[in-house]
């Protein structure tokens, strides 16, 4: 009785997914919860998509409710449509290449129901392996979508889940989070003006207006990823394009360089009255910027005048850092894939730095993300 007092929202935006709709749509409807509408956008698909929504509409009429948007120019404005039709107490967002577990919002609601501050839920994200492939065991073996730094913040107090207390990690990605609807509707949805991030986005507003943060590791949704390296790539590219926007946003006019050392990131920050600067030197451009030094060294100084220990120098910080590099992927359960792998997450890597620099030069900021270890 108490859970039908409490109604969910499912908000899914859809473009060009044939292949895992079907699968999404079964877990959705599987669902262990007694009140719940599911709203999709689609955002103008020209494949087999909008045919299985119908299918699965028509099955389950007051379930399923499709919005066709033909023109969408993006997620966010997909989300803010079905967002105007949601009438649940509790909005919680996914993707059409997902899969909820059947406790999926109990857990939601266990939350809501024992902390009252808490506005925003994050759930874990696994991975559903829809084939064999190359890209799939990647991603699956790096855990793509896991939130590592919550999950290891936690584990330092002998916790799996809780409260989110740092201010810059209270967001989670539309895969796999829930909000109370008012405090969503409160801050106006989700900003139009994002291409990628618009997740992170609205989690940092709400976050700002006061509101708490959750992780709930067994609010369970696991992804069905990319399954080849070149549209891991792009995904890579399209949602590291976003993150200059965020800065500019949230971050503040400011100068930050920071790098790795010793297990630890120590960083130079100062204030800037107009410049938007964040560099995270991690071993990927370390490694490219030791190895140009080594090769401008040897051809401006070569062996003679004493210069040499300068080249050998630089060559010697070049290869540790390529070493460290690759050394995080020896965490690979496959590890007879190692070869394979260095090689996509180097092309991911430059993936995501395409996508910076586009991102940069659109809102004029300077950023380079810290990689991720994997």
Known sequence: MMEKSHKFS???????????????????????????????????????????????????????????????????QARNTALKKA??????????????????????????????????????TGSLRTSNRLAELYCEDIGLLVRKSLIESLAKEGLTEGMIEDEWEKWGATANMSYRRAVV???????????SNEDVDLGRRIGKAGYGFYFNPKALVRHMHRITVLDLIKQQRWWAA?????????????????????????????????????????YFYLMHIYMLLTWG????????????WLTVALFVLATYCVLRYFALMGRAK?????????????????????????????????????????
């Open 10 to 76: 499912i908000v899914v935006p859809v473009r060009n997914l044939e292949r895992t709709i079907s699968r999404c749509l079964d877990h959705l409807l599987d669902i262990d919860y007694p009140d719940y509408e599911i709203i999709i956008t689609d955002g103008g698909s020209t494949d087999g998509t909008l045919e299985i929504i119908r299918g699965y509409q028509q099955r389950n009429p007051g379930r399923l409710l499709l919005l066709e948007y033909s023109d969408c120019p993006g997620p966010s």
């Open 87 to 124: 009438g649940g107490d509790y909005i919680a967002f996914t993707d059409a290449d997902c899969a909820p577990c059947r406790e999926w919002l109990k857990e939601f609601l266990r939350v809501y129901l024992d902390h009252p501050q808490v506005a925003g839920i994050v759930g874990h």
């Open 185 to 195: 509707e409160q801050v106006g949805g989700l900003d139009e003006d994002y291409g």
């Open 242 to 282: 976003g993150g200059p926007q965020d800065l500019r946003k949230h971050g503040g006019p400011r100068f930050k360089l920071a790098f790795p050392l010793f297990g630890r990131w120590p960083a130079i920050t100062f204030k800037t009255r107009h410049t938007y600067v964040e560099l995270n030197l991690g």
């Open 297 to 308: 060294s040897y051809f401006i100084f070569g062996w003679a005048q004493g210069w040499g």
């Open 334 to 374: 496959r590890w007879w894939l190692l070869p394979a792998y260095w090689f996509i997450r180097y092309s991911c890597n430059w993936g995501r730095m395409i996508g910076f620099l586009q991102g940069c030069w659109k809102h004029k900021v300077l950023w380079l993300e810290r990689q991720p270890p994997f």
